[in-house]
């Protein structure tokens, strides 16, 4: 006899308490100890530029483990974002292409800089920028690229760079969430002109909030300070840049020195981080495909993560027809943390917008006429208004995630024994699924 379905009334395969695995982020005692010591010894600012400072610290761990020339640390991801945009020189009136079912805070730094969205469409497989409609959308305007990469996935920057070397645009990498993602074994956030990084929450080095700028080219490095790190202009090589000091041009991105404390913190321990989550992951994504019915989808070849975001999909010929939310019904009873990704992946935080920047009443319109708030913010530097709104961006405006998918948890500790009972849930669940489908579906 089979081992009976949670959902109708057997126990459930999983029974190992989940939240230690699955927690994020993690601050321990260390973290803790470190914030303590800057308030006990009264260092909670870096007014003045200090070498040992948590956020010197902390900029020449990720400038090592990035492997570039230089880093700043901001006080989140955005800003990190404005400098890099600064940095390459956008400003005023300047055209930026980027993907428009990003998170806004890809978007909003384009007008921090007075700059002009322009949205291209994306490949419908990595949902990231599709370099030939990038493309199509340059004009005489255009000086740069956007370039988001999506929990491990990056974007395809080899077409991409082609692309904007073709044309003479800088490019920029939203690696905001993405550390630690490879691209042809290169780490995003070093393969274009100046990238940015978040430190908020959920990120793999995470410190509530935080921002780390990154470059290679000392010209970029030298504009980006100068917008708004005032502390840190005597240290720049070349002399212009130096006399700046004492002065910034329109913000002050100094990262708070408790961000900046446990980021360090949370960046020793990136190794250890980085391989619980690998292994994890392949233990978990081998579990699954041998249960027969599930499989994770085909990648292009220049993408090295093997488990993206999570998302598994199901061949429901092969599981009775099951339905999706009957599956998901049926996992969860047996105690899997699984959930349709559909319904995160597709909305705008905060809103109920679907994950499509065009569509926003900011840029598509609507009948309170807030479009108009975009143009009087950007004002007269704006030489032409793109066409935003439904039917510019056929793919993006298609984007559902695909019926067949579900998504898993991550798992940020070792798990080798919850992952064996997560096999079991699945077995049991694909074992019964006819018996499922019909006392569910019929
Ligand atoms: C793709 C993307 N870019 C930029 C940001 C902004 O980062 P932060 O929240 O650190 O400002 C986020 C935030 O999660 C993001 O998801």
């Known amino acids: 006899m089979k081992d009976q379905l949670t959902v109708f009334g057997g126990s459930p395969a999983i029974t190992l308490a989940q939240d230690e695995f699955t927690q994020w982020p993690i601050y321990p005692e260390t973290e803790a100890g470190s914030v303590a010591?800057?308030?006990r010894n009264h260092k909670l600012s870096s007014a003045h530029y200090n070498p040992d400072s948590p956020s010197a610290r902390l900029e020449r761990a990720f400038a090592s483990r990035w492997g570039v020339k230089y880093a700043l640390a901001h006080p989140n991801g955005t800003s990190a974002l404005q400098s890099a945009l600064f940095g390459v020189g956008v400003g005023p009136g300047d055209e930026v292409i980027l993907q428009s079912a990003t998170h806004p805070y890809s978007c909003v730094p384009i007008i921090g800089r007075g700059a002009v969205p322009v949205f291209a469409d994306v490949n419908p497989i990595t949902r990231l920028l599709d370099p030939s409609d990038v493309e199509r959308?340059?004009?005489?305007?255009?000086?740069?690229?956007?370039?988001?990469?999506?929990?491990?996935?990056?974007?395809?920057?080899?077409?991409?760079?082609?692309?904007?070397?073709?044309?003479?645009?800088?490019?920029?990498?939203?690696?905001?969430v993405s550390q630690g993602t490879l691209h042809r074994g290169r780490m995003c956030g070093t393969?274009?002109?100046?990238?940015?990084?978040?430190?908020q929450d959920g990120k793999?080095?995470?410190?509530?909030?935080?921002?780390?700028?990154?470059t290679n080219d000392p010209d970029v490095y030298?504009?980006?300070?100068?917008?708004?790190?005032?502390?840190?202009?005597?240290?720049?090589?070349?002399?212009?840049?130096?006399?700046v000091a004492g002065f910034c041009f329109g913000e002050k991105f100094r990262i708070a020195t408790v961000t900046a404390a446990i980021g360090l913190v949370q960046m020793q321990k990136w190794d250890e981080r980085m391989s619980v989550r690998k292994h994890n992951a392949e233990k978990l994504g081998q579990a699954i495909e041998e249960v027969g019915g599930f499989y994770f989808a085909e990648v292009p070849d220049y993408v090295e993560s093997p488990y993206l975001q999570g998302w598994v999909r199901f061949r429901p010929h092969e599981?009775?027809?099951v339905h999706r939310e009957t599956l998901i019904q049926a996992l969860q009873a047996e105690g899997a943390q699984v959930v349709n990704p559909a319904t995160r992946a597709s909305r705008i935080p905060h809103t109920d917008q679907i994950r499509a920047l065009h569509l926003h009443p900011v840029f598509a319109g609507n009948e309170v006429g807030a479009e108009e708030i975009l143009w009087d913010v950007l004002g007269s530097s704006v030489?032409?208004?793109?066409?935003?709104?439904?039917?510019?961006?056929?793919?993006?405006?298609?984007?559902e995630v695909p019926y067949d998918t579900i998504q898993l948890p991550s798992f940020t500790r070792p798990a080798d024994q919850l992952i064996a009972q997560?096999?079991?849930?699945f077995l049991k669940v694909a074992a019964q699924a006819d018996t499922l489908t019909k006392s569910y579906e019929s």
């Open 204 to 214: 793999l080095t995470s410190a509530g909030e935080g921002g780390i700028f990154l």
């Open 137 to 176: 959308r340059i004009t005489s305007r255009t000086k740069a690229i956007l370039v988001v990469h999506w929990h491990g996935m990056p974007a395809d920057m080899d077409s991409l760079l082609k692309v904007a070397r073709c044309h003479d645009l800088k490019v920029v990498e939203d690696n905001c």
């Open 191 to 199: 393969l274009a002109d100046g990238a940015a990084i978040s430190l």
């Open 319 to 321: 599981l009775g027809g």
């Open 222 to 243: 030298q504009r980006a300070a100068i917008l708004g790190q005032h502390e840190r202009l005597k240290e720049l090589p070349d002399e212009k840049y130096r006399t």
């Open 37 to 39: 010591d800057l308030v």
């Open 383 to 399: 030489r032409q208004r793109p066409k935003y709104g439904p039917d510019t961006l056929p793919v993006t405006e298609d984007l």
């Open 422 to 425: 997560y096999q079991q849930a």
